[in-house]
């Protein structure tokens, strides 16, 4: 048995969950949140507990039993406490910035980097080096966390670049004979 599919999904005050065949929907405080689990996974309401299991231990069915689970319990800790990505803009001259609801990314190109957040994620800048994107959706939050890194990655000579604040920078010497003659 799973030993994360067989763990129940507490649901905590406030947040309402929807269970209609395999579309299960979560709404809370912070927001709605739906999605379809594989036929194979059945998921009960039980109080304010879900529970989730599968019908037999083919290899199929093992490993959406945890899968489902940990998506049903991101869906209801997103609708209750947002997910966040704090990002670091590091470089002389590199800077962030918001505009309206745009990311205004200056990091070395000579234009600057226009990035639009997706529906349901919300941006804010409280430093030029620092970003802070927050959502419901954890999915939604770390591949627009990825896109913002992705324009401009660290570097290993100097850091420059964006990098998540949690990530190190494995820092490289540069040439070998810089002393010269």
């Avoid at 269970?19 to 194979?40: W, Y």
């Avoid at 997706?118 to 959706?137: C, L, Q």
């Avoid at 992705?150 to 010497?173: D, F, L, N």
């Amino acid at each position: 048995m799973s030993r994360i599919g067989k763990m129940p999904i507490v649901i905590p005050a406030g947040v309402d969950v929807k269970i209609e065949g395999n579309l299960v929907t979560v709404k809370g405080p912070k927001g709605e949140l739906s999605r379809n689990i594989h036929p194979n996974i059945t998921v009960e309401k039980d109080g304010n507990e879900i529970k989730v299991s599968r019908p037999n231990d083919e290899k199929v069915n093992r490993s959406l039993h945890g899968l489902s689970r940990t998506l049903i319990a991101n869906m209801v800790h997103g609708v209750n406490e947002t997910f966040k990505k704090e990002l670091e803009v590091n470089g002389v001259g590199y800077r962030a910035e918001l505009k309206g609801k745009d990311l205004l990314l200056k990091v070395g190109y000579s234009h600057d980097v226009i990035m639009t957040a997706p529906e349901g994620i919300t941006i804010e800048v409280p430093a030029p080096n620092k970003i802070v994107i927050s959502g419901a959706d954890k999915q939604k939050v770390g591949q627009f966390a990825a896109n913002v890194r992705e324009k401009r990655p660290p570097e290993p000579y100097k850091g420059k670049g964006i990098k998540y604040a949690s990530e190190h920078i494995r820092r490289k010497e540069g040439k070998a004979g810089k002393g010269g003659k």
